[in-house]
């Protein structure tokens, strides 16, 4: 419902009513400290780094026998990918020049790629984990949050994105894996780890 909330405002051209003053605070916030602090949480958010991520996930996932886990994140982050891809097609969103960018992107803009698949993968991985380690649930999906939450943010602060692209990005990240995992979590057989 966000994403075609938000969808449905970019076709219009009304999302100036929320990009802009995330976009300026984003421009008075800038010193050169926490340009380099964005930078290394959108360099966690690129298709490269996600894609090492979500491989070596899956291969220790097979490794430790754990094979249904395996497949569900290589699938969250192949469909995630895959979609995003044909949305940008499908929107033709132009980057925002509304202020200098602090990072090279190519391409188009809506919805934010490192927000969606950032949130797809870590999410998917953060409900593994939880089925795993239910004592620790709140523990990993505030981590996973909170690295999602970075992720986004640093697209608006490095003037890649704006906020409307990086807010759509979540909603579809996080219910893909959320919207996937019954399918696929249910049937396997991990369960809580042994107690010590």
């Keep these: 419902m966000v994403f075609a909330a938000l969808a449905g405002a970019v076709v219009a051209d009304s999302t100036a009513w929320l ?8 421009e008075r916030g800038r010193e050169s400290g926490l340009t380099r602090v964005m930078s290394a949480f959108t360099w966690l958010g690129n298709g490269l780094t996600l894609t090492g ?3 070596l ?22 469909g995630a990918g895959g979609l995003n891809a044909l949305l ?11 202020m200098a960018q602090l990072a090279h992107a190519g391409g188009y803009s ?10 797809a993968i870590y999410g998917a991985l953060a409900l593994v984990a939880v089925r795993r380690f239910p004592r620790q649930r709140w523990w990993v ?20 994105h704006y906020p409307s692209d990086v807010i759509a990005g979540w909603a579809l ?10 399918l696929l979590l249910a049937r396997s057989s991990v369960g809580p780890a042994p107690a010590s």
């Design 88 to 98: 940008k097609l499908a929107f033709s969103r132009p980057r925002p020049l509304l």
């Design 173 to 182: 990240g996080v219910s893909w894996p959320l919207w996937l995992g019954p």
């Design 19 to 26: 990009d802009l003053p995330v976009i300026r605070l984003a």
């Design 53 to 55: 991520v979500a491989a």
């Design 57 to 78: 996930s899956a291969l220790g996932l097979v490794a430790l026998g754990q094979r249904v886990p395996a497949l569900f994140v290589a699938v969250v982050g192949a």
């Design 110 to 119: 809506f919805p934010s790629g490192h927000a969606m698949a950032g949130a």
């Design 141 to 160: 999906v505030g981590a996973s949050g909170l690295l999602v939450f970075a992720i986004g943010a640093s697209r608006v602060y490095l003037g890649v």
